[in-house]
């Protein structure tokens, strides 16, 4: 049925299926469940009956939690995956296993296997808390240059949850709707993005 219902909506359609698949804690299809050959048999099994449907509209997102280690072992194929992406998420000093990160320090050490796919990259959870240094400067620094500095991704979406509470005891706010200085720090830094990107 959800491989007919994108069929006929006939236009793309990005899924990203199974995300964090490598995580042993969070998710019921997670290797406390699986193998990584069952993920991938289900993965591939997934995506042909949507093939099969006509749903060839679908470009599927490979995303694996890359703070831990082999994620790459769970990778599909090429002939299954459209996309690979991965979060970017600074916790700050909200939890024993955190500390103030930079975007670089977190996505950077993982661009490389991320890239070697040869499938257009995505940072599919982009986002930093408050809590622990300056929000602002945190986006403009992940957000300025990116296209240059990591000329594989070709797509940020941020990560905008009110109420999070997946990896910390307390619920924690991922929002900027109401800081503006956030807003404008993330505006100016990506409208200098057209020049570093033409021609690609």
């Known amino acids: 049925t959800w491989a007919a219902a994108a069929a006929s909506f006939g236009r793309p359609l990005l899924v990203r299926l199974g995300h964090e698949m490598n995580d042993p804690y969070r998710y019921p299809w997670g290797p406390q469940n699986n193998t990584k050959e069952e993920f991938i048999q289900a993965w591939q099994h997934?995506?042909?009956?949507?093939?099969?449907?006509?749903?060839?509209?679908?470009l599927?997102?490979?995303?694996?939690?890359?703070?831990?280690?082999?994620?790459?072992?769970?990778?599909?194929?090429?002939?299954f995956v459209?996309?690979?992406?991965?979060?970017?998420l600074n916790f700050g000093p909200v939890a024993?296993?955190?500390?103030?990160?930079?975007?670089?320090?977190?996505?950077?050490?993982?661009?490389?296997?991320?890239?070697?796919?040869?499938?257009?990259?995505?940072?599919?959870?982009?986002g930093s808390l408050a809590v622990g240094g300056d929000r602002a400067n945190w986006y403009a620094k992940a957000?300025?240059?990116?296209?240059?500095?990591?000329?594989?991704?070709?797509?940020v979406l941020f990560f905008h949850a009110r109420e999070d509470q997946t990896m910390t005891y307390q619920k924690v706010n991922w929002s900027f709707v109401n800081e503006p200085e956030v807003a404008q720090a993330i505006g100016a830094a990506i409208r200098a993005w057209p020049n570093a990107t033409r021609g690609r």
């Open 82 to 88: 459209d996309w690979v992406s991965t979060g970017a």
């Open 60 to 79: 599927w997102i490979w995303a694996p939690h890359v703070a831990y280690q082999y994620w790459d072992l769970y990778y599909p194929g090429s002939e």
């Open 143 to 155: 957000l300025t240059g990116l296209p240059e500095r990591y000329p594989a991704d070709r797509a």
């Open 96 to 126: 024993h296993w955190s500390q103030w990160w930079s975007f670089d320090e977190l996505f950077g050490p993982k661009y490389e296997t991320l890239a070697s796919f040869g499938k257009p990259v995505m940072v599919d959870e982009l």
């Open 46 to 58: 997934v995506v042909q009956r949507f093939r099969q449907a006509g749903a060839t509209n679908v």
